[in-house]
Structures are given as C-alpha cells and as structure tokens.
C-alpha cells in the first residue's frame, strides 16, 4: 500500500527565506507526483506536476524535485512571503485507477 | 472556465438524513473522484469513476453511494447520515492518467 509522509507537519520561517518541503513515498511505481496548496477553508490549488520520467518542474518561485527511486520529492520555495501561508500537500499518482494517495500536508506560516 | 463546481458549500444534516452532494466539471475530463479530509487523517478516497457508467470504489466508501451517468457529472449520495461522516469533501476530476487533478472548492458537512 502507498504511503505518503510529510515532515514537519508544520513550519514557521521570516520572509525572505528561501525553504524546502519535503515529501516522501513507500513505492516507487508511480505515474507523477502533484504538489497542490490549500489555504484556511479552501479547495485544493495545484502547483507542480512532475512525470515519473521528470527529475523536476519550475513555476514562478516555485520549484519541485523528484528522485523516483529513493521515493522522494521536495518542493523548494525562493524568496518566501507572507502570502506563501498555506497548508501544501504531495500526492502521488498510481494504480489503472489514477488514484492520488495524499500526505497529511506541511502547514507554513511565513513571518512578515 | 467555471472548473469543479461542488454545491453546497456548507451543510447540516440531522443523523438518518440522506442528500446528494453535487460535483460538475466542464473540462470534459474522464476521471471524477470524491475525497474526505478529516484532521490528522489527510484524504481518503471514497469513491471515483474512470468514465460515464463506470464508478468504483476507493478507500472508505461505506455509506456513500455515486453514479456517472454524464461525463460533466459525479455526485455523492449519503444514504442515512451518521456523525462519523462529518467532514469536508472534495471532487476532483483530470484526464485520465498521468495528468493534473484539479479540486472544487469544497462542501463542509457536519451531522448532528
């Protein structure tokens, strides 16, 4: 069964740092691996979708890695503001049925 | 591009009621599928459909029932509402395989 862990379950920092997330899974044998955002009683944002044949994705600040082999994933964010506080999840992609297994998210406040 | 639309958004039922939680997309995507979040337990899959007539489930489906008679269209049915199923559900729909999942907004919804 996979499973998805991310740790810390929450993270504080000032603005201005550049910060890492980190996402890891039990079974390598995934199609992507999708890092979504979701803020206080909202729905869930993607941000980064990488294939299982990528190494990484690039969007704005926002950068994710994958080594597929060692089941892990970051997603490292430049220049970190006060509007980046939100909760960020990694869910992989597996299965004939394309089914996501989620983590539980990293909740990040960042520091004005 | 309207996306996911989940209706209601917030809801209160009493335990032994039923209703219907509404999901429509307009992307023309195969895959539908229904997540609860529930604090600590990240989310779960309840039920999903890989196309019109073909629903399946996921990995907490009792006391939920769907049908896809359209591409545009997956609900949710509680068919006697209990406690436990106080949550927030998501749908979510992609092309299938190997492409984004995109989420509605949402529907709190808390039995009492």
């Known amino acids: 069964k996979q499973e998805v862990t991310q740790i810390p379950a929450a993270l504080s920092v000032p603005e201005g740092e550049n910060l890492v997330l980190n996402c890891s899974f039990t079974?390598?044998?995934?199609?992507?691996l999708q890092w979504f955002r979701q803020d206080p009683g909202k729905g869930l944002t993607s941000l980064l979708l990488?294939?299982?044949?990528?190494r990484e994705q690039t969007s704005g600040r926002l950068n994710a890695s994958l080594d597929k082999s060692s089941g892990r994933s970051t997603l490292y964010i430049a220049a970190s503001q006060p509007g980046d506080s939100a909760t960020y999840l990694c869910?992989?992609?597996?299965?004939?049925?394309?089914?996501?297994?989620f983590g539980k998210g990293i909740t990040l406040s960042v520091r004005p | 591009n309207a996306g996911v639309t989940q209706t209601p958004k917030f809801q209160v039922l009493k335990t032994g009621q039923s209703m219907t939680l509404q999901c429509a997309q307009d992307?023309?995507?195969?895959?539908m599928s229904w997540y609860r979040q529930d604090p600590g337990m990240g989310l779960r899959l309840i039920h999903y459909?890989?196309?019109?007539?073909?629903?399946d489930q996921g990995e907490v489906p009792n006391g939920y029932n769907v049908s896809r008679s359209t591409t545009e269209d997956f609900p949710l049915r509680l068919l006697s509402a209990a406690p436990s199923q106080t949550s927030v559900y998501f749908c979510?729909?992609?092309?299938?395989?190997?492409?984004?999942?995109?989420f509605g907004q949402g529907t709190r919804l808390t039995v009492v």
């Open positions: 979510a729909s992609s092309r299938l395989r190997n492409t984004e999942a995109f």
């Open positions: 079974d390598s044998a995934i199609y992507n």
């Open positions: 990488i294939q299982s044949s990528q």
């Open positions: 869910a992989v992609q597996t299965g004939a049925n394309s089914k996501l297994t």
């Open positions: 992307m023309n995507h195969e895959y």
């Open positions: 459909s890989v196309g019109a007539g073909i629903t």
